[in-house]
């Protein structure tokens, strides 16, 4: 599992992709799955950890994004023959090395930051399995093993009745995310908006958020840990996503409906998949829209969307998705090659493909 070493893994409050592979790694170990993550030497993991970075480049000045990620990368790359399969969780650079060893490599495709970055995920499409995380975030020009939706520890969450009065943006403080909508759309609507998330444009955070914040009805708390995040959740009316972008996926967008809490958003990139209109939220095309919405949000049955989230967005579904497609891409590897399944990796499950392993006593 080599996840980005930008932040911590799991993150202490910002780190998406970190996340992913935390939670990922995690439920594949307690499946019974011999995992090594390459994260953070200050990560938290039940799993092997192999680390070349002692903390995330983000949080320490003192680490060198560039020499770290090389050494990062190389060091899953040069032990790849210990391994089944390697789940990239990184982003397109490990691509370029994936033509120098046989082990499969699964590359999760967590969004395009520009086209420019396309000409790599093209030059290695035929030796990478890509997976979606939405159907939405798809390239055409890509090949595709699985679209797997992003899943999350629903328990986690502590279901909320919605009872602070106030709406909640919850997100980077970039334009991308629409946090500016979201504080005309709180004007509007005559409650308080939270804004919590960090900052990722300064320019923008200056020019249209700071002249709105006064402690009261606009309320900026910065970066949120886990506890904050989980309060601030549960007690608002609805999570304003108001975003001015096609985003992939929106792991806060599946938090919020984990707390009971709707979602307002506008229906670009993955929102459509995300979000279940009169169920968990709604899907509005503009202000006013979302102004409407907000009342409406308000007699939305909490216990109904919690429950969706669970079904839909479970940790526990998304693990069993990427473990049917390990399976799959060691056994046609397998295959391809000529060899049986390696089984000598096997963890407590016993299991490779669905399969009981019974060359570990042949071995």
Known sequence: MLASIAHRVP?????????VASTLAEGLVARGHDVTLFATADSLTTAHLHAEAPAGYEEDPTVDAKVCEALHIAACFERAGQFDVISNQFDFLPLVFSRLVSTPVVTTVHGFSSERILPVYRAYDDVTHHVAISDADRHPDLTYAATIH???????????AGDGGYLLFLGRIHPDKGTATAIEVARRAGLP??????VHDEVYHRRE????????????????????RDRLLGGAVALLHLIDFDEPFGLSVVESMAAGTPVIAYPRGSMAELVTPGLTGFLVDDVPGAVTA?????????????????????AGRMVADYEQLFARVVEEHAARMGHDVPGRRVGRAGTVGGRVSERLSEQ
């Open 11 to 19: 993150p202490r409050g910002y780190g998406p992709w970190e996340q």
């Open 150 to 160: 992003h899943g999350i520890d629903v328990d986690a969450f502590s279901p909320g």
């Open 193 to 198: 908006l939270v804004v919590a998330g960090v």
């Open 209 to 228: 958020v700071l002249p709105h914040v006064d402690g009261d009805r606009v309320r900026y708390v910065g970066p949120v840990g886990p506890a904050q």
């Open 294 to 314: 907000v009342a409406a949000a308000a007699g939305l049955d909490r216990t109904a969307c919690r429950r969706e989230a669970r079904a839909r967005f479970a």
